[in-house]
């Protein structure tokens, strides 16, 4: 992927390797079962959590600008569902969930990536006070087999 431009060789990199920081802020669903933890810096995207739903949606939008989200939630043991394509994704709310999105960002004929990001969805209790969700866990056990079943 490296031969096809820097773009490529980043996203590969991205969606191949595991975030760094696994000390996550996190976000309660409406009914306060479940806790959808997040790196801090969630740009370029907006996440909203409902009672049974998460949705992921790009912050902003520019006049003359087309932004496509891709996203994919996948189980700790790497059973994935669908890909999902569009402006808006929406993914249900289940424990020992890893969601993952990236986008593309389109104008003038020329189209560039949106950057990875990864929403682990685990059980409220997982949240604490101060909305810090440890998710050493999702990456450690269950990110290796959704890795190889993304590119398989």
Not at 18 to 36: F, G, K, M, T
Not at 56 to 85: E, M, Q
Not at 96 to 125: E, H, K, M, R, W
């Amino acid at each position: 992927m490296e031969s096809a431009g820097k773009g490529f060789g980043m996203l590969y990199r991205d969606m191949t390797a595991p975030p760094a920081s696994y000390q996550w802020e996190c976000i309660e669903d409406l009914s306060s079962h479940y806790s959808v933890a997040y790196a801090s810096l969630t740009e370029p995207y907006t996440l909203s959590v409902l009672a049974s739903m998460i949705t992921v949606t790009r912050t902003a939008f520019t006049p003359g600008v087309s932004y496509s989200l891709i996203g994919i939630a996948c189980t700790y043991d790497g059973n994935c569902g669908d890909l999902k394509r569009g402006s808006l994704l929406t993914f249900s709310l289940r424990e020992d969930l890893i969601i993952i999105v990236a986008g593309s960002v389109s104008s003038n004929g020329i189209t560039n990536f949106l950057p990875v990001s990864y929403y682990v969805v685990q059980l409220a209790s997982s949240c604490s006070s101060a909305n810090i969700a440890n998710v050493t866990r999702p990456f450690s056990v269950g990110a290796s087999s959704v890795w190889m079943q993304l590119w398989q």
